[in-house]
Protein backbone atom coordinates (compact mmCIF):
# COMPACT_ATOMS: atom_id res chain seq x y z
CA UNK A 1 0.00 0.00 0.00
CA UNK A 2 1.42 3.37 -0.94
CA UNK A 3 1.38 6.02 1.48
CA UNK A 4 0.89 9.88 0.77
CA UNK A 5 2.29 12.71 1.99
CA UNK A 6 0.42 15.47 3.86
CA UNK A 7 3.27 17.42 3.25
CA UNK A 8 2.26 19.84 -0.07
CA UNK A 9 4.27 19.99 -2.74
CA UNK A 10 6.74 22.81 -2.91
CA UNK A 11 7.60 25.22 -5.31
CA UNK A 12 9.50 28.16 -6.79
CA UNK A 13 7.23 30.62 -7.52
CA UNK A 14 7.63 33.19 -9.97
CA UNK A 15 5.24 36.63 -9.97
CA UNK A 16 5.59 38.77 -13.37
CA UNK A 17 3.81 41.38 -15.34
CA UNK A 18 3.21 39.01 -18.50
CA UNK A 19 3.47 41.57 -21.00
CA UNK A 20 6.74 42.91 -19.76
CA UNK A 21 8.81 39.40 -19.62
CA UNK A 22 6.88 36.26 -20.99
CA UNK A 23 8.43 36.52 -24.65
CA UNK A 24 12.39 35.63 -23.81
CA UNK A 25 13.47 36.12 -19.99
CA UNK A 26 10.52 34.66 -18.35
CA UNK A 27 11.23 31.22 -20.85
CA UNK A 28 14.85 31.72 -20.10
CA UNK A 29 14.47 31.85 -16.41
CA UNK A 30 11.91 28.85 -16.32
CA UNK A 31 13.85 26.62 -18.45
CA UNK A 32 17.20 27.14 -16.43
CA UNK A 33 15.35 26.26 -13.08
CA UNK A 34 13.63 22.90 -14.55
CA UNK A 35 17.26 22.05 -16.01
CA UNK A 36 18.21 22.20 -12.19
CA UNK A 37 15.35 20.07 -11.73
CA UNK A 38 13.36 23.11 -9.40
CA UNK A 39 9.85 22.98 -9.60
CA UNK A 40 9.09 25.85 -10.87
CA UNK A 41 5.45 27.22 -11.04
CA UNK A 42 4.10 29.79 -13.22
CA UNK A 43 0.95 31.45 -13.75
CA UNK A 44 -0.05 32.06 -17.26
CA UNK A 45 -4.12 30.85 -16.71
CA UNK A 46 -5.13 34.12 -15.23
CA UNK A 47 -7.26 36.76 -17.62
CA UNK A 48 -8.21 40.30 -17.62
CA UNK A 49 -10.70 40.99 -15.20
CA UNK A 50 -10.73 38.01 -12.97
CA UNK A 51 -9.43 37.68 -9.60
CA UNK A 52 -6.24 35.68 -7.84
CA UNK A 53 -7.79 32.53 -6.99
CA UNK A 54 -7.41 30.43 -3.67
CA UNK A 55 -5.79 27.51 -5.25
CA UNK A 56 -3.17 30.42 -6.70
CA UNK A 57 -2.78 31.93 -2.77
CA UNK A 58 -2.39 28.14 -1.93
CA UNK A 59 0.33 27.66 -4.04
CA UNK A 60 2.34 30.93 -3.04
CA UNK A 61 1.65 29.79 0.59
CA UNK A 62 3.17 26.32 -0.32
CA UNK A 63 6.64 27.66 -2.21
CA UNK A 64 9.87 27.95 -0.25
CA UNK A 65 10.82 30.54 -2.70
CA UNK A 66 8.85 33.37 -4.61
CA UNK A 67 11.03 35.13 -7.38
CA UNK A 68 9.39 38.95 -8.14
CA UNK A 69 10.37 39.69 -11.62
CA UNK A 70 10.02 43.27 -11.46
CA UNK A 71 9.51 45.20 -14.72
CA UNK A 72 8.41 48.51 -15.94
CA UNK A 73 4.42 47.37 -15.80
CA UNK A 74 4.49 45.52 -12.63
CA UNK A 75 3.15 48.00 -10.79
CA UNK A 76 0.39 48.23 -13.04
CA UNK A 77 -1.36 45.03 -12.67
CA UNK A 78 -3.29 44.45 -9.43
CA UNK A 79 -3.26 40.99 -10.07
CA UNK A 80 1.13 41.64 -9.65
CA UNK A 81 0.58 43.33 -6.44
CA UNK A 82 -2.18 40.96 -4.84
CA UNK A 83 0.80 38.49 -5.78
CA UNK A 84 3.07 40.59 -3.61
CA UNK A 85 0.86 41.26 -0.93
CA UNK A 86 0.40 37.38 -0.14
CA UNK A 87 4.45 36.97 -1.21
CA UNK A 88 5.63 39.41 1.52
CA UNK A 89 2.76 38.13 4.19
CA UNK A 90 4.71 34.65 3.68
CA UNK A 91 7.70 36.26 4.17
CA UNK A 92 6.77 37.37 7.15
CA UNK A 93 5.05 34.48 8.17
CA UNK A 94 6.37 31.66 6.96
CA UNK A 95 9.91 32.44 6.61
CA UNK A 96 9.29 32.41 2.89
CA UNK A 97 12.54 33.34 0.88
CA UNK A 98 12.06 36.52 -1.72
CA UNK A 99 14.43 36.89 -4.57
CA UNK A 100 13.57 40.33 -6.37
CA UNK A 101 15.08 40.63 -10.32
CA UNK A 102 14.83 44.35 -11.52
CA UNK A 103 14.26 43.50 -15.60
CA UNK A 104 14.43 46.95 -17.10
CA UNK A 105 14.24 49.04 -13.48
CA UNK A 106 16.24 50.25 -11.44
CA UNK A 107 15.53 49.07 -7.71
CA UNK A 108 15.57 52.87 -6.13
CA UNK A 109 12.42 52.62 -8.53
CA UNK A 110 10.77 50.17 -6.73
CA UNK A 111 11.76 51.20 -3.37
CA UNK A 112 11.15 54.71 -3.26
CA UNK A 113 7.91 54.45 -5.82
CA UNK A 114 9.81 56.67 -8.47
CA UNK A 115 9.43 56.20 -12.17
CA UNK A 116 6.52 53.67 -13.30
CA UNK A 117 6.57 52.19 -10.16
CA UNK A 118 5.62 55.85 -8.38
CA UNK A 119 3.26 56.54 -11.42
CA UNK A 120 1.14 53.16 -10.88
CA UNK A 121 0.84 53.93 -7.17
CA UNK A 122 -0.04 57.51 -7.41
CA UNK A 123 -2.85 56.51 -10.15
CA UNK A 124 -4.22 54.04 -7.26
CA UNK A 125 -4.59 56.63 -4.58
CA UNK A 126 -6.31 59.33 -7.32
CA UNK A 127 -9.64 59.56 -5.98
CA UNK A 128 -11.24 60.01 -9.22
CA UNK A 129 -9.44 56.91 -11.13
CA UNK A 130 -8.30 54.68 -8.52
CA UNK A 131 -9.83 51.90 -6.10
CA UNK A 132 -10.50 55.20 -3.47
CA UNK A 133 -13.24 56.72 -5.74
CA UNK A 134 -16.67 57.00 -4.71
Given amino acids: MASTSSTPSKYVFISFRGKDIREGFLSHLFDALQRKQI ?3 LDENLRKGEEISPTLLETIEDS ?3 IVVFSQNYADSPWCL ?3 VKILECKETLGQVVLP ?3 HVYPTD ?3 LTGNFG ?3 AFCHDPTYGPDRH
Avoid: G, H, K
Wanted: proline residues 0%.
Fill in 39 to 41: NTF
Fill in 82 to 84: DEL
Fill in 64 to 66: YVS
Fill in 110 to 112: VQN
Fill in 119 to 121: EAF
Fill in 101 to 103: IFY
